[in-house]
């Protein structure tokens, strides 16, 4: 879907700048801006390598698993019997809560892959999903931040004098779309098993 409003986006600015001749104005803004994102992914290359280096560090230093140990009253007030079943697929959703919080979500990226196919395997890769993985979407997108790296990072690139000023900011409103996503799932997922009953 997303597609196709891309394409939408992308013609109509085309049809409008020609039929108002902008289309010098379109043509520069298209080669800055191409410039501009490649610029701005380099530029972010160093910071993402850095928290991936030491995110794998923890993995094999056995961090992990303390800070899955450290998370579980809150991984298994979410995810109840899912330790049980799959540990590994709490030490992802650790990780992947761990790297949110440090605001580095190239980082999570891989974590939260790894845990949602360890849930989709133990859902029996049915076409619906299950509480878990409806859990752990809304959970991985809100995500609370404690330290908005990459945020601060691009501020920062962009001539902030302080780019960690947004950070009161930034708990207030990740906290608040956490609790909101979740208590949303939750109340969805109880109708969704009253109709299944019905």
């Keep these: 879907m997303m597609n196709y409003v891309l394409m939408v986006l992308v013609v109509l600015s085309i049809v409008f700048g020609g039929l108002l001749g902008r289309m010098p104005e379109l043509t520069s ?32 230093s056995g961090l992990c698993e303390k800070l899955s140990r450290a998370l579980s009253p809150v991984t298994n007030f979410l995810f109840r019997g899912l330790k049980e079943q799959s540990p590994r697929a709490i030490d992802s959703i650790s990780l992947n809560i ?53 945020v601060a990072t691009i501020r920062r690139l962009e001539g902030s004098a302080d780019p960690l000023e947004i950070v009161v900011c930034v708990w207030l409103s990740t906290v608040a779309s956490v609790v909101v996503g979740l208590s949303l799932a939750k109340l969805l997922g109880r109708f969704r098993k009253r109709r299944d009953r019905s």
């Design 29 to 60: 803004a298209v080669l800055e801006s191409g410039v501009n994102a490649i610029q701005l992914c380099l530029e972010l290359c160093g910071t993402v390598a850095l928290w991936c280096g030491v995110m794998k560090i923890a993995q094999r």
């Design 98 to 150: 761990t790297a949110n919080l440090l605001g580095l979500g190239s980082a999570a990226t891989p974590m939260a892959l790894d845990a949602m196919a360890e849930l989709d395997r133990l859902n029996r890769q049915c076409n619906v999903a299950s509480d878990y993985m409806v859990n752990f979407v809304v959970l991985n997108t809100a995500s609370i931040q404690l330290l908005p790296t990459t």
